[in-house]
């Protein structure tokens, strides 16, 4: 489907081996845009199409992952060169995709931050 082959990278190998590639697209000008006319921008980050998409990816991801399937995102593509290949329509673009499949191995688990370290009250940088 999107060979990346420039490099050694997993992500472009578990795109390769696994039985279906998730690309999610978006249509541009649509997200975070007032309904009525002139559509302008609900907020100044104007396009909210990646917020959207990582949403539904993310609830993909857990999906999958509740029913023993892997999954893991690639978002370092062409995506000019995704939409070429997938044929998508002008005013949508390629934005993030997942190989989905049964995992070969399990990952060990990565240590993560403590909460202190991410979570502030009240102010940020506010333990």
Not at 11 to 39: D, F, H, M, Q, T
Not at 42 to 56: E, P, R
Request: with cysteine; proline share 8%.
């Amino acid at each position: 489907l999107i060979a990346v082959s420039d490099r050694p990278n997993r992500a472009a190998e578990a795109i390769r081996n696994a039985p279906v590639a998730i690309v999610a697209c978006a249509e541009l000008g649509k997200s975070g845009y007032y309904a009525r006319e002139p559509r302008e921008p609900v907020t100044d980050k104007g396009d909210w199409y990646m917020f959207d998409v990582a949403l539904a990816m993310q609830n993909l991801t857990l999906a999958a992952h509740s029913l023993g399937l892997g999954t893991v995102h690639v978002g370092a593509f062409d995506a000019e060169k995704a939409a070429n290949i997938l044929g998508v329509p002008q005013g949508f673009c390629v934005v993030s995709m997942t190989p989905l499949g049964y995992p070969d191995e399990e990952p060990p688990i990565r240590p993560r931050k403590e909460l202190s370290e991410i979570v502030f009250y009240d102010k940020y940088g506010v333990e």
